[in-house]
Nanobody, 123 residues
């Protein structure tokens, strides 16, 4: 079992930025993919972004592309989600995920989930 801990959420004004962090423990992720999801109240959890630990490939949902950037630091077993130009509709609980398969992350079936961190964007 891999433990994932998100941090960096909070309250920000529209147009502002936040950087979320996801620290992994219990396993190394040098060949694993990391991902981000979000869930707003009353809505289904949706895919946001994913990144491979090797190769530097990233994939984004349409809602995130151009505004969000996911990155990683393998030495720290940590993934990041840099969120710029935030909008009120970005308000949600954001979850970190990890899996050996990028496809499993993109389809919402990662093996490991974090506990989530709240992001609130005010008007």
């Amino acid at each position: 079992q891999v433990q994932l801990v998100e941090s960096g959420g909070g309250l920000v004004q529209a147009g502002g930025s936040l950087r979320l962090s996801c620290a992994a423990s219990g396993r190394t992720f040098s060949s694993s993919a990391m991902g981000w999801f979000r869930q707003a109240p009353g809505k289904e959890r949706e895919f946001v972004a994913t990144i491979t630990w090797n190769g530097g490939r990233t994939y984004y949902a349409n809602s995130a592309r151009g505004r969000f950037t996911t990155s990683r630091d393998n030495a720290k077993n940590t993934a990041y989600l840099q969120m710029n130009s935030l909008k009120p509709e970005d308000t949600a609980v954001y979850y970190c995920a990890a899996d050996s398969s990028v496809t499993r992350i993109q389809t919402g079936m990662p093996a490991n989930w974090g506990q989530g961190t709240q992001v609130t964007v005010s008007s």
